[in-house]
């Protein structure tokens, strides 16, 4: 497809990194569609007739699927960004730099879909703009709020390098890369605010919020949970991006990610359960509470399972089963905030939140759409590095984010 004359220097973005490759259409583009068929319908239904016309959200549970899932999981698991050009650029992990394009897409792409998700969910969303004018620097919101637009202008020129490179705008390209170091400096600081701030908001909480999950350090436990979610992100679209279009990132790189996610598995759990026992709550997990099950599924899904999996030479090794791990950590990490956001306070509401089918479509419609904008930025952008589709097994092992060696001198 050409582009009208005025738009020509931006045609290289329209042209594929692999020659002659041209999109067939499937079963997951269709499916795809029409889910975005019906999100248009009640999109239109949801400004149309309100939130209470295609929603289950009450004044017992004013947050619902869109917060607990679509802002709280998308924020988690977009934590990659941060953990992954901090160790390349701040810890100068050099060897780690082919993880930070895709890293820093899907941190952007999380971070754009929950700005889209807020508008769903906000009564008055054309009142987004207020935080930027009307200051209330006291209230975690306000810094949440600030936090994301800068975070997400980070991201966005962070992203910026691989469209540069694409449309071979040198000047440009020499001008992002000055401004690396200090972007990710800034998106480190603005996204460890956030991440934690999340947490934030539940503090008020002490006589709603189960006590599996309240604690005074759940800000904490947000922010250590988030990277762990984050590093277990960047090995399941590294192997879903190789099994589509044979890119993806070297089984040594995943290998040392995978170590880290050891280390921050059992770091979150150890902190966790600690705090726990100094709360004197252990003995919940054991009450056979509906709680308690929620409670043991998270933990043994997205911590237990994982770490002790990971352990394992022939699991780190093979990237099949380290994406069937890494995807583990991630269901863990969205049923942890699905549990401090809707299980934990339904015992004190006194009542079960169940989600619409209308919720539910516009879920699933800002999931497709951050699956497709990621598969295009694939495949029109250098974002990852070609791969065969059959490299499975590693012979070696890399070391977890080991630093790059120093050349010595003459």
Known sequence: MKLPKLLTPFQPLLTPNRPGDRYRPGFWTYLFGAILAAGAVVTVLRY????????????????GLWIGFDVLCGVALA????????????FNLKRYKPIVRPTVLTAFLGYFLVAVGLMYDLGKPWNIWHPIVMWNPRSPMFE????????????????????FEKLGWKKAIAVQHAAVVPLVIAGVIISTLHQSS??????????????????????????????????????????????????????PLLQGVAKALVVALAFYATVRLADMA??????????????ARF??????????????????????????RLFRVAALVVAGVVVNRLN??????????????????????ITLMLVGCGVAAFTLAVRYLPIMGEVEEPELVAPAEAPALAPAPVPARS
Request: hydrophobic fraction near 50%; charged fraction near 15%; include cysteine.
């Open 278 to 291: 100094r709360l004197g709550v252990i003995g919940e997990i054991l009450k056979g509470s509906r709680e």
């Open 48 to 63: 149309w007739r309100g939130l209470g016309y295609v929603t289950n959200l009450s004044d017992k549970f004013p947050w």
């Open 340 to 361: 401090v956001s809707l299980t934990g306070l339904e015992g004190s509401m006194g009542g079960h939140y169940v989600p619409s089918i209308a919720e539910g479509i």
């Open 198 to 251: 999340l947490g934030t908001f539940y503090l008020i909480m002490p006589g709603k919020l189960h006590p599996l999950w309240y604690t005074p350090l759940i800000s904490w436990l947000f922010y250590f949970s988030a990277i762990a979610g984050g590093l277990a992100m960047i090995i399941v679209e590294s192997r879903l991006s190789a099994r589509a279009f044979g890119k993806g990132l070297e089984m």
């Open 79 to 90: 934590a990659g960004g941060f953990a992954i050009t901090a160790a390349v650029y701040v």
């Open 144 to 163: 949440v709020a600030w936090c994301v637009m800068l975070y997400l202008t980070v991201l966005a020129l962070e992203v910026s390098g691989a469209v």
């Open 295 to 320: 409670f043991q599924l998270e933990m043994l899904m997205g911590v237990v399972i994982p770490f002790v999996l990971l352990l394992l030479p022939a699991v780190r090794r093979n990237s099949e």
